[in-house]
């Protein structure tokens, strides 16, 4: 899952962006207002973390702009401020969370797969398809009930693919969804990855659009 964090903190911001990483996030990290608005504007990213207290252009004024122009980035507001105000304004804008710092990282962490589980219409933590069941929080995949063993880019490209269950992704946007600024990533890494996970869960489970990209069988079956 790709993360967007905006924190002009050197310190608070190398720390959220290593932690998050450590529990299995992709994070991309910005120090700027106006770094933020263009990335928004990529539409790459899972979700945003964004603090208000920023330079060049602040924190409000980039949701503000990034919901005029129909981003709809869920965007968790990170601020140091404890005015209800500030808060209030934040989600009236656009905003679909808050916490205060000190941010404790599992709360960021479970609000942030919160914020991205209901952005798919997705009600629960655990996701389901067939036999094969997926628990982000514990990053662990069930076939049958049983264990499976996936690779930390296995992982979230079944995560991706059942989040948007139906959907068909192209190469490019899974990529964009699974790598990091600077990542060096093979041209057929996406298909290396989705054969490791039909081997591993069943060949049926995923299925090739020729010419377009990768989408979840509706009817999965239990092989």
Not at 32 to 54: I, P, T
Not at 182 to 204: C, F, M, P, T, Y
Request: hydrophobic share 45%; no cysteine; charged share 25%.
């Amino acid at each position: 899952m790709r993360i967007l964090l905006v924190e002009d903190d050197p310190l608070l911001g190398d720390g959220l962006r290593s932690g998050l990483r450590q529990l299995g996030f992709q994070v991309d990290w910005v120090r700027a207002g106006d770094a933020a608005e263009r990335e928004l504007r990529a539409g790459s990213y899972a979700a945003a973390v964004l603090d208000l207290g920023l330079p060049m252009k602040g924190g409000l004024d980039v949701l503000a702009a990034a919901r005029s122009q129909s981003i709809t980035t869920p965007v968790l507001i990170l601020t140091a401020r404890d005015a209800i105000a500030d808060r209030i304004r934040g989600l009236d804008l656009g905003a679909d969370d808050y916490v205060a710092k000190p941010v404790d990282l599992h709360e960021l962490a479970a609000r942030l797969r919160a914020l991205v589980r209901r952005a798919h219409g997705k009600p629960q933590e655990r996701l389901q398809l067939g036999g094969v069941s997926l628990d982000p929080a514990a990053r662990a995949v069930t076939r049958d009930g049983v264990d499976v063993v996936l690779a930390q880019r296995e992982f979230d490209l079944l995560h991706v693919l059942m989040l948007n269950q139906g959907r068909v992704l192209s190469r490019e946007q899974l990529q964009q969804r699974l790598y990091r600024w600077g990542e060096e990533v093979d041209s057929n890494a996406v298909d290396v990855h989705i054969h490791h996970l039909r081997r591993k869960l069943g060949q049926e489970l995923i299925q090739t659009v020729r010419g377009v990209g990768y989408v979840l069988a509706r009817g999965a079956s239990r092989q």
